[in-house]
């Protein structure tokens, strides 16, 4: 009797230990949220590794980043589903061409392959500050460890607001069907100890759906697009809940949009405004924070 006592004590504390049981230690938002897009790719080589750790020094209060899944399953940090012709020099240094970029989806490559492609010394044309510097797309767990390890020699707490890059008309071509894609982003997020310190951020309606159902406490950002002019509610309709964060084209927001946030329970994180003026006019109008191409302009805020 002993023994068998024994074992269901034991089977009941593994199973509370189980991944997919673990405690989110939900941490506090920022009162003003301060986030670096792509690790502030106005500055640096977008989504890479060194791009976020000039985001700390800036001071930003969340990471932001995108996420795409390689053909071996590993998660790795990436707006494009391919490689981009605008950042993108190939094993053999030469730049990337449009022919060679659509065969390059990244969905199709293994992660020892998409490691040979550089994606911060080629000049980007849209962002002439930004720092050239040899970087690679690297794998959410790295980015995780490095910038975590990073942020603790400084003694800052920080944030990770983390897109799941799902598309309907994409599922099972340019990534897995959206709920593989959520699990394979958390199982990451929840080694690497930062699901209490997360936001999980889409424009697809079914990934925060998955979000909400599977993992209820970790946060969640609608992503609003300017041409898409349905009401709020409409919006939060298609999900079914309310998400913690109503995330914007900055174009949208209007004093009336932030109240109406607000009495809705949900924070306003409008993206991407790249100018000093639009950023204290959103300021003024009460948002909860703001992500940006240039991190380095919030010290003037």
Known sequence: MQNKLYIIIVSIFWLSCGPTNKSV????LPKFDTEAHRGGRGLMPENTIPAMLKAIDLGVTTLEMDLQITKDKKVIVSHDPNFNTDITTTPDGKYLTKEDAKKLMLY???YDEIKKYDVGLKPHPGFPRQQKLAAIKPLLADLISETASYSHKKNVSLFYNIEIKSNAKNYGKNHPPVEEFVDLAMAVINSGGIAGRTIIQSFDPRALIVMHRKYP????ALLIEQKD???IREQLDEIGFTPTIYSPNYHLVTPELVRECHNLKMKVLPWTP???EELRRLKDMGVDGIITDYPDLF???
């Not at 230690?25 to 506090?28: G, L, V």
Request: hydrophobic fraction near 25%.
């Open 274 to 276: 790249n100018t000093l």
């Open 108 to 110: 199709g490559l293994g």
């Open 25 to 28: 230690r939900e941490a506090t």
């Open 217 to 220: 406490k970790v946060k969640t």
């Open 229 to 231: 002019k349905r009401s």
């Open 299 to 301: 010290s003037q805020l």
